[in-house]
C-alpha cells in the first residue's frame, strides 16, 4: 500500500514574512506504517513546517519529502531506491530540499541507503519517530547527511504529536512490536518485542479523537490479540474492546492483526455484545497446510483456524472475514497448496490479501532449502487469485438485496453522469458503492470548497462522515452497489459529527468563516487534524 497523506492549504503568514517550509510524507507499506506517518507529520507541523500543496504533493516538491518504508516484501527496496532515484532530480532544481526516509527499511539497512543514495539527507529507523526534526535541522546545520538507528523504542509512537489523515476515522495503537517468530517474517526484527500500551493511556486517545469529531476508530498491533502480555492480563484484549466500544459518541469499533494461535472466545464475547464492534474480522490463515504451518512456526493448523471461523460466525452471523496468504512457501508441494484451497473454499472469505513468498535477508526462512521456482509460485498464486475471486462473489452476493449503513468516504465512488455515486465502508467493512438521488449533487462553487462542506448544504446530500442507508442492487467480487436511491427505493441520510467536523476542516481549508450559527468565526486554518497525546488517565 502506497498512501501519501492529505495535503490542506498552508497556513497563511503575514505580508513580508518568510513562508514557512513546506513538506511531503509518502507511506510505503501497511496500516502500522501509515499510522506512522500520521505521527512523522504531526512532529513536523509541531515544528513549524506546514503541508505542501495537493499539486506540490504530487510532483514532490516541497521542502522535506519524508518516506515511510516497509521491509515485509521483496520488492520494498526497489520501490525505495525507485522513489530516491525520482527524488534526486526534484532535489537538484531545488536548493535547501531535504529527504529523509524512515521506516522498517531504514530500520534494517541503515547506512546502506546513504551509500546508494547519496542525495539522502536523514535516515531514521522505527524505534525513533520522535528524532525526525532534530535530524533534519541537524542534517541542514552540518550540511552532512544523519543516519541514527535506535536498537530499542525511545519514545512511545502514541505520545507524539499526530496528524490524522481523517477526521472521521482513526487509528488507535495498542501495541508495537511482536513476540511471534514466524519464519518469513521480518517484523519482530525491526519493530521489537511487542510492547504494550495502557488501557487508561488508549482510551483517553479514543476520547480525543471522538471528540474531535470521529466516529469510527481501528485499534492497530502487530498482535493485537496478545494485547496484555506485558503487564500479565490474557483478557486484556476482550476488556479493552468492551471499554472502547463503550465511549460516549463513537459509533464503529474495528481491529487488526489478530493472531489465531492467541485468539480466544471472549474476544468473540466481546465482539458480539459490544453493538459497536464491527461484525468484521481479519484473520491471517498464511497457509492451509499443516506441514507449512509448523515450517512457518505459526503456531495453529488448519482445523483449529477453521475452528475460530466456525465460532465467530455462530456469534456474528453476518461477520465478514479477510485473511492473509503466503503461496510457494520453500518446500511447499502441490498437495500442500491443495490443502491452502480447500481451507479458502471453507473459511468463505470476503476476500483475500494473496502474497507470492518472497525471501527477506535475516530471516529463517531465507536459508531454507526447496525455495520454489518463480514460474511455479507464479501459476499457484494465479489458481489462488481465481478461486478467491468466485468466493468472494459468492459472499457479496448474499448481500444482494440487503439495507446497509454506509460510512461515507472522502474519495469518489466509481462516477458516471447518471449516478453520480460516492464511496464508503458498510458496517462488515465491504466497499460500497452508492447513488445518490437525482437532483441532489450541488453545483461547483466558484471558491473552490466543496460544495458538501457548504452550511447550507441540502440534508440529502452525503458528507464524508456523514451514515447513509442504502439497498444493495449489485454485487462484484470487490465491492457493492447500492443505487436504490435511483428507484425509489431506501436511501437515508444520517448527519453525524463526523460530518460537520469535515466541513468545518474543509471550510477553513478554504480559509471560510464557519458562520453556521452567525458568530462568524474562524475555526484554525485545517481544523481539527493535529492531536497531540490528551491527558492520561490511570487504568
Known amino acids: 500500500m502506497t498512501?501519501?497523506?492529505p495535503t490542506p492549504a498552508p497556513a497563511p503568514t503575514s505580508?513580508?514574512?518568510a513562508a514557512p517550509p513546506t513538506y511531503v510524507v509518502r507511506t510505503l507499506g501497511c496500516q502500522m506504517n501509515v499510522h506512522d506517518s500520521e505521527h512523522m507529520a504531526g512532529?513536523?507541523?509541531?515544528?513549524g513546517y506546514v503541508p505542501a500543496s495537493a499539486q506540490d504533493a504530487a510532483s514532490s516538491r516541497a521542502d522535506v519529502v519524508v518516506i515511510n518504508t516497509c521491509a515485509v516484501r521483496e520488492n520494498a527496496a526497489t520501490r525505495l531506491y525507485g522513489?530516491?532515484?525520482?527524488?534526486?532530480?526534484?532535489?537538484a532544481a531545488r536548493p535547501g530540499m531535504q529527504i529523509a526516509v524512515g521506516g522498517c527499511l531504514a530500520q534494517k539497512d541503515r547506512s546502506v541507503i546513504v551509500e546508494k543514495a547519496p542525495w539522502v539527507d536523514v535516515v531514521f529507523g522505527t524505534h525513533n519517530l520522535d528524532a525526525l526534526p532534530v535530524l533534519l535541522e541537524r542534517a541542514r546545520h552540518n550540511a552532512a547527511a544523519q543516519v541514527e538507528i535506535a536498537e530499542s523504542l525511545q519514545v512511545f509512537p502514541s505520545t507524539l504529536p499526530t496528524r490524522r489523515e481523517s477526521v472521521y476515522a482513526g487509528w488507535v495503537s495498542i501495541s508495537v512490536g511482536c513476540n511471534n517468530t514466524c519464519t518469513f517474517c521480518?517484523?519482530?526484527?525491526?519493530?521489537?518485542?511487542?510492547?504494550?500500551?495502557?488501557?487508561?493511556?488508549i482510551l483517553a486517545e479514543v476520547e480525543a479523537l471522538v471528540a474531535a469529531g470521529a466516529i469510527e476508530v481501528t485499534l492497530l498491533g502487530q498482535n493485537v490479540n496478545s494485547y496484555g502480555v506485558e503487564f500479565g492480563d490474557r483478557g486484556a484484549f476482550a476488556k479493552l474492546l468492551r471499554a472502547v466500544g463503550a465511549v460516549p459518541g463513537l459509533e464503529r469499533v474495528r481491529f487488526t492483526s489478530p493472531h489465531p494461535a492467541a485468539f480466544t472466545d471472549d474476544v468473540i464475547e466481546a465482539m458480539a455484545a459490544t453493538p459497536t464492534v464491527m461484525p468484521q474480522l481479519h484473520m491471517p490463515l498464511q497457509s492451509g497446510s499443516d506441514r507449512v504451518l509448523r515450517a512457518m512456526r505459526r503456531s495453529y493448523r488448519s482445523e483449529k483456524f477453521l475452528g475460530i471461523l466456525d465460532r465467530v460466525r455462530a456469534a456474528m452471523p453476518d461477520a465478514a472475514i479477510t485473511t492473509d496468504i503466503i503461496v510457494?512457501?520453500?518446500?511447499e508441494t502441490e498437495e500442500d497448496f491443495a490443502q491452502t484451497l480447500r481451507v479458502v473454499e471453507a473459511s468463505r472469505f470476503t476476500s483475500a490479501f494473496t502474497f507470492q513468498y518472497s525471501p527477506r535477508p535475516g530471516t529463517p526462512a531465507a536459508d531454507l532449502p526447496e525455495q520454489l521456482p518463480k514460474e511455479v509460485v507464479q501459476e499457484r498464486y494465479e489458481r489462488l487469485i481465481a478461486l478467491q475471486e468466485a468466493v468472494?462473489?459468492?459472499?457479496?452476493a448474499t448481500q444482494l438485496g440487503r439495507v446497509v449503513e454506509v460510512l461515507v468516504a472522502e474519495g469518489t465512488g466509481r462516477k458516471d453522469g447518471a449516478t453520480l455515486r460516492v464511496t464508503g465502508r458498510a458496517a462488515d467493512n465491504r466497499l460500497v458503492h452508492l447513488a445518490t438521488p437525482p437532483g441532489s449533487v450541488p453545483e461547483p462553487r466558484p471558491d473552490g470548497l466543496d460544495p458538501r462542506a457548504a452550511v447550507d448544504?441540502?440534508?440529502?446530500?452525503?458528507?464524508?462522515?456523514?451514515?447513509?442507508?442504502?439497498r444493495v442492487t449489485h454485487t462484484a467480487p470487490h465491492h457493492l452497489v447500492a443505487d436504490s436511491a435511483l428507484d425509489g427505493g431506501p436511501y437515508e441520510v444520517r448527519r453525524t459529527r463526523a460530518g460537520d467536523a469535515w466541513a468545518r476542516r474543509e471550510r477553513a481549508r478554504a480559509g471560510l468563516e464557519d458562520d453556521a450559527h452567525g458568530h462568524g468565526t474562524a475555526p484554525a486554518p485545517g481544523g481539527p487534524v493535529v492531536l497531540p497525546m490528551p491527558s492520561l488517565r490511570r487504568a
Open 15 to 17: 505580508p513580508g514574512a
Open 83 to 91: 522513489n530516491l532515484g525520482h527524488l534526486a532530480s526534484v532535489k
Open 186 to 201: 521480518i517484523v519482530p526484527h525491526l519493530r521489537g518485542k511487542e510492547r504494550d500500551r495502557r488501557p487508561g493511556e
Open 43 to 47: 512532529m513536523l507541523e509541531a515544528a
Open 457 to 470: 448544504v441540502a440534508p440529502d446530500v452525503p458528507r464524508p462522515g456523514d451514515l447513509v442507508a442504502v
Open 328 to 331: 510457494g512457501f520453500p518446500g
Open 392 to 396: 468472494s462473489a459468492r459472499e457479496n
Open 3 to 5: 498512501t501519501t497523506l
